[in-house]
């Protein structure tokens, strides 16, 4: 619009209102997200879910005799952020992040007892945020699009100005919509390929064959722009992935899960996380545990008594 001159166009579309009945019809299904529950019940219900997965793994680490060094207590956290994030994306509570981005950005994973007093370092608030942005990313194409926008549009409110500086200028100064301009199709098509058939194998080709049965273009979209361009890593250099492929499939129950009612997709992506466990990279004590039956087990839990969290919480009520 050369010299703010508003073309015929945008002055048609600016003319557009609502009317009074469509006011009311939009409002008269409670549109907007769940109110959430208290700070107080949601930190108490994160600090237990943090605490059973650290005793959990510390039990199954001494039980092991591969594991030399301890548990990862920050691997650990990372993977409680992530599961917590997807369950809350899925719900639709986006007045969750505000106590769960305090609690990530003050809590002490090593600590043998709760203290959120004092934020920890700006490297670790910048890269515990990350995560939890990164895991809902990877929701968009379990959940959608819609519910996604309110949980990282929430995120990015309550996120500190000093983190928040700290995340932009990981970018290297580019917005981040513009990585997939950079990966090509050949190379979408193979990372989505790849981690497609680690999840689905040996019935890979049975499953794209009935879902180009559902549509034609169905499973080019799905490994191309779910599996290729949202779920799986991209290779940076000297950089691990925020979210590991053994975290992709427990976030994937975790949306599962919690949505409900999508049993089979559910029980795909626990044999996808079961799955992982063979093959064969080297992992922390933390992911070892998380892709055996106890860690998947514990995940279908942890979702489990988040949503009840959730549940208890009480009504939103909008106003017409």
């Not at 945008?10 to 299904?29: E, H, N």
């Not at 992911?287 to 514990?298: C, D, F, K, M």
Request: proline letters at 7%.
């Amino acid at each position: 619009m050369p010299g703010g001159v508003l073309s015929s166009t945008a002055k048609a579309a600016q003319s557009v209102k609502l009317s009074p009945t469509l006011k009311q019809l939009l409002a008269s299904q409670n549109p907007d997200p769940h109110e959430g529950p208290t700070a107080f019940a949601l930190t108490q219900a994160l600090t237990a879910t943090l605490y059973d997965a650290k005793e959990r793994i510390q039990v199954a680490a001494a039980r092991s005799s591969r594991d030399v060094v301890g548990p990862d207590h920050e691997g650990i956290l990372r993977t409680c952020l992530t599961i917590m994030t997807a369950t809350f994306l899925t719900k639709n509570v986006p007045s969750t992040m505000g106590p769960l981005y305090r609690f990530a950005t003050t809590v002490r994973p090593e600590a043998e007892s709760l203290s959120l007093a004092e934020p920890v370092s700006l490297k670790l608030r910048a890269e515990r945020t990350a995560v939890m942005r990164e895991a809902g990313l990877k929701c968009t194409v379990l959940v959608g699009i819609p519910r996604t926008i309110n949980t990282l549009g929430a995120l990015r409110e309550v996120t500190e100005d000093d983190v928040k500086a700290e995340l932009d200028k990981s970018l290297g100064g580019r917005p981040y919509f513009t990585w997939p301009e950079q990966a090509s199709e050949e190379e979408l098509q193979k990372r989505g390929g790849d981690l497609f058939d680690m999840i689905y194998t040996p019935h890979t080709s049975k499953l794209l064959e009935k879902l180009g049965k559902s549509h034609p273009d169905f499973p080019g979209f799905i490994v191309q722009h779910a599996y290729g361009g949202s779920l799986s890593n991209r290779t940076l250099p000297d950089s691990s992935p925020l979210i590991s492929r053994t975290l992709v499939s427990a976030l994937a129950i975790a949306c599962l899960r919690s949505q409900g009612r999508v049993g089979p997709q559910l029980t795909s992506h626990v044999f996808g996380l079961l799955k992982s466990a063979k093959e064969g990279e080297a992992r922390a004590v933390h992911e070892r545990w998380l892709s055996s039956e106890a860690g998947a087990e514990w995940v279908i839990q942890a979702v489990d008594r988040l949503c009840e969290v959730v549940a208890s919480s009480p009504p939103t009520i909008t106003k017409l």
